[in-house]
């Protein structure tokens, strides 16, 4: 497929996908995230990547999924359209939401997420799909969507990034994680100057693709393997239901229709700019 919404680049044994949507802080719409599945295949069919970066254009690495595109004045997607029945809904997030995150998580390679500015949300479960994350020091990590009725995200990877506790306070609190902290809980591996990120990241990147890629493979899978006896995937189906179940309540219908009601969705906008609101699907 031709992309419009990303970029797909390889150099040596290392494929970098660009989220390029920098004037909505990389939001997630359909285009981008079937973009960046399509190239997510072509990393995987080809034999001299060894190792894939995953980092966003411009200020933000990604501000979440694009609440413009479900309930904004843009011409409906088939996806969207979806969305007008309970099923329809849960569908739309377990194609699209849950089931293309999830298979970044099980990528076959070494996959590093290169994150700068606000990580928000489904911006932040994106991340923590890849095996690594390298910030940068202006990286700021939050999933402010409780307060929305939003559920967490559809993966709910908290508990296995910060801990059960910090999870808890994480997202009841809404607070924002700067760099220093995320390094200091684990979140992220490196953190690095703005303006060395992709230096810095393409570094290690190369350093794993020294490893011959089978070993590398097999290591990444056995490792997951481990996160998977411990009942991730488990958890996060558990939590797929949960987050849908949330979804039908009155709490979140009410909700969404005093949202709608507004005249225009600037506040709700303002609030995700602000790092307050929800990145949309959530
Ligand atoms: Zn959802």
């Known amino acids: 497929m031709g992309y419009?919404?990303?970029r797909y680049e390889v150099e040596g044994a290392v494929a970098t996908i660009t989220m390029n949507r920098p004037e909505v802080a990389n939001a997630?719409?359909?285009r981008l995230i079937d973009e960046l599945d399509a190239a997510f295949d072509q990393a995987d069919a080809d034999d001299d990547v060894r190792v894939v970066i995953l980092a966003g254009a411009?200020?933000?690495f990604s501000s979440g999924h694009d609440l413009k595109a479900i309930v904004g004045d843009t011409e409906p997607d088939e996806w969207r359209l979806m969305r007008e029945t309970p099923e329809g809904k849960m569908h739309h997030e377990k194609v699209m939401y849950f089931d293309r995150c999830k298979r970044i998580h099980d990528f076959r390679k070494p996959t590093i997420?290169?994150?700068q500015g606000s990580c928000i949300a489904a911006g932040l479960m994106l991340a923590c799909?890849?095996?690594l994350i390298v910030a940068a020091d202006d990286a700021r990590f939050s999933n402010p969507v409780l307060r929305m009725t939003g559920a967490g995200v559809e993966l709910l990877v908290e508990p296995w990034e910060l801990g059960i506790r910090k999870a808890k306070e994480f997202l009841w609190t809404g607070d924002i994680i700067d760099a220093n902290e995320a390094w200091r809980l684990g979140l992220v591996n490196q953190v690095v100057p703005r303006d060395e990120?992709?230096?810095?990241?393409?570094?290690l990147a190369e350093r794993i693709a020294l490893v011959p890629p089978a070993t590398a493979q097999l290591v990444k899978d056995t490792i997951n393997q481990t996160a998977d006896l411990m009942g991730q995937s488990a958890s996060w189906k558990y939590h797929f239901m949960a987050h849908h179940w949330m979804h039908n309540t009155s709490t979140a219908l009410n909700a969404l229709e005093e949202r709608k009601s507004r005249t225009t969705m600037k506040e709700v906008?303002?609030?995700r700019d602000r790092g307050d609101g929800p990145s949309g699907g959530n």
Not at 197 to 203: E, K
């Open 197 to 203: 990120l992709s230096a810095r990241t393409r570094q």
């Open 28 to 30: 997630q719409d359909t």
């Open 113 to 115: 997420a290169s994150v």
């Open 4 to 6: 419009e919404v990303i």
């Open 269 to 271: 906008f303002a609030d």
């Open 58 to 60: 411009g200020k933000h």
């Open 129 to 131: 799909m890849c095996d």
